[in-house]
């Protein structure tokens, strides 16, 4: 091979250190879409993990409602019933396996009876479609209520 | 937020990602070939100007295949894809520089394999019908196995080299490639069956595994084992059982199957180390190289002399001289790749290697059993495939001579690895892509 030319190899090494650095440039394309990527996967999981209030077991007595120290957190979907699969198991015996559903959607959170046995009730009033809860509701599944505290 | 807006946002963000980041990434790895399709001109100016031909080429099929796959599989991974496609370019770049009369067949295969891909993601119903025809696929393998046993060659003609090849006329193919794939999908299905199953008996009988999960261990090791004796060809022996070794410890969550393949492997590289040269000799010159430096242990002394002279920024395409190195094409291009991209070069490499799989695993992971144990069996295969050989060139673990995926010469090699790229595509794009009846 016959020996490069000074100018040639000024290019080539010129050549060089931009070829060195268009793989930096790629690896940090990649570093930033990867944490970008990675930032978002963390809001999402956080957004359905954040809590959005708690639901309070109360028990009745003369005075109406008397708050327990037992509460649940709220998520966006809150199932509630006797099976163990459910947000909120109960251990009790006239709720059905699947009882009933809170759902947060469209900003309003809507209590759903889940065709249970003894259905649900929103303030000791029996519901037939969903219904939309607000702060301070009470919720009865089976012979449980629960006070709803929006945050 | 609401929570019904999350799924539209994640693929909105998607959206955004293919049409910003692909074509960036893209466009980064376009450069980088034309530049060094520049420097090699200009460093052996009496080399004739085919590597402009293969930069054509595979501009091309970065456009198509990012076209098709925008349309057929929107909402799939943005990354793999453009990461896979600068690797192979790379690779082509580096094949034209170090041996051009294989150029042009890679360029051609490229084309193919690209199709290929693109065809794979477009199929809705193929996971469907890969876990349907499972057996099949199984006894497909094993008599393809079979038939390169007894009919067998290899291309170069040589005695005695290891007859891994099925010819066809000029036409030469390793059955060993889609092997791998046919096996992870069998396994896949039959572990995602037997998974519930599997997790009962865990539970039922405490840390002792059951034949169901013990029978697949030996079947695999058996067959690698068999691909070792009669084959000597032990880069597809080790990535078979230790694919499979981490897709049963991956379905059924037991350390002790893990352990317990471990110390077969051992026994049965033991036992090759005693009974077989080939791999005798691998093992020897992976514990001390310099005392056959020009005899046996010549190829891996002149690989770690390339990366050694490569440096931080590399010796710059076409004046390294990384051609002292025999069959530098296929198993020892990142031995080609270190010398004259350098550290900056092995880095960027390893990292999109590693970049691949960690997204085929992420998108299992909302997966049915299926899907998910595919996925993770594809990626782990190009993940220790990966390792093997890069870590043999670097000399970390003994030379096993299997091909650096995407990069190194060899069209079964290539053609598969984008058919598991296409399938890996198809599962990131989520459940509702995959098909399943409901």
Same mark, same amino acid.
């Given at each position: 091979?016959?020996?490069?030319?000074?100018?040639?190899?000024?290019?080539?090494?010129?050549?060089?250190?931009?070829?060195?650095?268009?793989?930096?440039?790629?690896?940090?394309?990649?570093?930033?879409?990867?944490?970008?990527?990675?930032?978002?996967?963390?809001?999402?999981?956080?957004?359905?993990?954040?809590?959005?209030?708690?639901?309070?077991?109360?028990?009745?007595?003369?005075?109406?409602?008397?708050?327990?120290?037992?509460?649940?957190?709220?998520?966006?979907?809150?199932?509630?019933?006797?099976?163990?699969?459910?947000?909120?198991?109960?251990?009790?015996?006239?709720?059905?396996?699947?009882?009933?559903?809170?759902?947060?959607?469209?900003?309003?959170?809507?209590?759903?009876?889940?065709?249970?046995?003894?259905?649900?009730?929103?303030?000791?009033?029996?519901?037939?479609?969903?219904?939309?809860?607000?702060?301070?509701?009470?919720?009865?599944?089976?012979?449980?209520?629960?006070?709803?505290?929006?945050? | 937020?609401?929570?019904?807006?999350?799924?539209?946002?994640?693929?909105?963000?998607?959206?955004?990602?293919?049409?910003?980041?692909?074509?960036?990434?893209?466009?980064?790895?376009?450069?980088?070939?034309?530049?060094?399709?520049?420097?090699?001109?200009?460093?052996?100016?009496?080399?004739?100007?085919?590597? &402009? $031909?293969?930069? *054509? #080429?595979? =501009?091309?099929? !970065?456009?198509? +295949?990012?076209?098709? /796959?925008?349309?057929? @599989?929107?909402?799939?991974?943005?990354?793999?894809?453009?990461?896979?496609?600068?690797?192979?370019?790379?690779?082509?770049?580096?094949?034209?520089?170090?041996?051009?009369?294989?150029?042009?067949?890679?360029?051609? &295969? $490229?084309?193919? *394999? #690209?199709? =290929?891909?693109? !065809?794979?993601? +477009?199929?809705?119903? /193929?996971?469907?019908? @890969?876990?349907?025809?499972?057996?099949?696929?199984?006894?497909?393998?094993?008599?393809?196995?079979?038939?390169?046993?007894?009919?067998?060659?290899?291309?170069?003609?040589?005695?005695?080299?290891?007859?891994?090849?099925?010819?066809?006329?000029?036409?030469?193919?390793?059955?060993?490639?889609?092997?791998?794939?046919? /096996?992870?999908?069998? @396994?896949?299905?039959?572990?995602?069956?037997?998974?519930?199953?599997?997790?009962?008996?865990?539970?039922?009988?405490?840390?002792?595994?059951?034949?169901?999960?013990?029978?697949?261990?030996?079947?695999?090791?058996?067959?690698?084992?068999?691909?070792?004796?009669?084959?000597?060809?032990?880069?597809?022996?080790?990535?078979?059982?230790?694919?499979?070794?981490?897709?049963?410890?991956?379905?059924?969550?037991?350390?002790?199957?893990?352990?317990?393949?471990?110390?077969?492997?051992?026994?049965?590289?033991?036992?090759?180390?005693?009974?077989?040269?080939?791999?005798?000799?691998?093992?020897?010159?992976?514990?001390?190289?310099?005392?056959?430096?020009?005899?046996?242990?010549?190829?891996?002394?002149?690989?770690?002399?390339?990366?050694?002279?490569?440096?931080?920024?590399?010796?710059?395409?076409?004046?390294?001289?990384?051609?002292?190195?025999?069959?530098?094409?296929?198993?020892?291009?990142?031995?080609?790749?270190?010398?004259?991209?350098?550290?900056?070069?092995?880095?960027?490499?390893?990292?999109?290697?590693?970049?691949?799989?960690?997204?085929?695993?992420?998108?299992?992971?909302?997966?049915?059993?299926?899907?998910?144990?595919?996925?993770?069996?594809?990626?782990?295969?190009?993940?220790?495939?990966?390792?093997?050989?890069?870590?043999?060139?670097?000399?970390?673990?003994?030379?096993?001579?299997?091909?650096?995926?995407?990069?190194?010469?060899?069209?079964?090699?290539?053609?598969?690895?984008?058919?598991?790229?296409?399938?890996?595509?198809?599962?990131?794009?989520?459940?509702?892509?995959?098909?399943?009846?409901?």
């Amino acid at each position: 091979m016959t020996p490069t030319p000074p100018d040639t190899q000024l290019v080539l090494l010129l050549f060089r250190l931009i070829s060195g650095a268009l793989l930096l440039g790629i690896l940090a394309v990649l570093f930033i879409a990867l944490w970008r990527d990675f930032r978002s996967a963390v809001e999402k999981t956080s957004v359905q993990r954040r809590i959005y209030g708690k639901l309070i077991e109360v028990i009745e007595n003369d005075d109406g409602f008397q708050e327990t120290a037992v509460s649940h957190p709220l998520l966006p979907l809150t199932s509630i019933g006797r099976a163990p699969t459910n947000t909120i198991p109960l251990d009790d015996d006239f709720a059905s396996g699947e009882h009933a559903l809170l759902a947060l959607r469209e900003g309003q959170w809507w209590l759903e009876d889940r065709k249970s046995r003894n259905g649900t009730t929103i303030n000791e009033l029996p519901i037939g479609d969903p219904v939309i809860v607000t702060d301070g509701d009470v919720i009865g599944v089976g012979n449980r209520r629960f006070r709803i505290h929006l945050e | 937020m609401r929570a019904g807006s999350l799924e539209a946002d994640s693929f909105e963000k998607r959206r955004w990602h293919h049409r910003h980041l692909e074509p960036l990434l893209l466009g980064l790895s376009f450069a980088f070939l034309a530049l060094n399709a520049a420097a090699l001109s200009l460093a052996q100016p009496d080399r004739d100007r085919s590597v &402009w $031909l293969i930069v *054509a #080429v595979w =501009l091309t099929c !970065a456009i198509v +295949g990012s076209v098709l /796959l925008r349309r057929t @599989l929107a909402h799939c991974d943005p990354f793999i894809f453009p990461v896979t496609m600068f690797l192979s370019g790379w690779g082509l770049i580096i094949i034209e520089r170090v041996a051009p009369n294989f150029a042009t067949r890679q360029t051609i &295969w $490229l084309a193919l *394999a #690209v199709i =290929l891909m693109v !065809a794979t993601a +477009g199929f809705p119903r /193929l996971i469907v019908l @890969l876990r349907q025809y499972r057996y099949t696929l199984l006894f497909g393998g094993l008599a393809l196995l079979l038939a390169t046993i007894r009919f067998g060659s290899n291309p170069s003609g040589i005695d005695g080299a290891p007859a891994l090849w099925l010819s066809l006329g000029d036409f030469y193919f390793q059955p060993s490639e889609p092997l791998k794939i046919m /096996l992870v999908v069998f @396994l896949a299905s039959y572990l995602a069956e037997q998974y519930a199953v599997v997790r009962v008996e865990h539970a039922a009988f405490g840390k002792t595994p059951t034949p169901r999960v013990v029978g697949p261990v030996l079947l695999m090791w058996g067959l690698s084992v068999i691909v070792l004796v009669w084959q000597r060809d032990l880069g597809t022996a080790a990535i078979f059982f230790l694919v499979f070794l981490t897709l049963v410890y991956v379905a059924s969550g037991q350390l002790r199957l893990l352990i317990g393949g471990s110390i077969l492997a051992l026994a049965a590289g033991a036992a090759a180390y005693i009974l077989f040269g080939v791999v005798r000799l691998r093992v020897d010159a992976w514990l001390n190289p310099w005392l056959e430096a020009d005899g046996r242990a010549y190829q891996i002394v002149q690989s770690l002399i390339a990366v050694a002279s490569g440096g931080i920024l590399g010796q710059g395409i076409g004046q390294g001289s990384p051609t002292y190195i025999p069959v530098i094409h296929s198993d020892f291009i990142f031995a080609a790749l270190a010398e004259e991209w350098g550290l900056v070069g092995v880095i960027t490499t390893l990292f999109c290697f590693a970049l691949i799989s960690m997204r085929g695993l992420r998108a299992t992971v909302e997966l049915r059993p299926f899907p998910a144990l595919l996925g993770v069996g594809l990626s782990v295969l190009l993940a220790i495939q990966g390792f093997l050989i890069i870590g043999g060139v670097l000399k970390v673990v003994p030379l096993t001579g299997v091909t650096v995926p995407f990069m190194s010469y060899g069209g079964s090699s290539l053609i598969t690895n984008f058919v598991l790229i296409g399938l890996m595509l198809r599962l990131s794009a989520g459940e509702q892509a995959l098909a399943f009846p409901a």
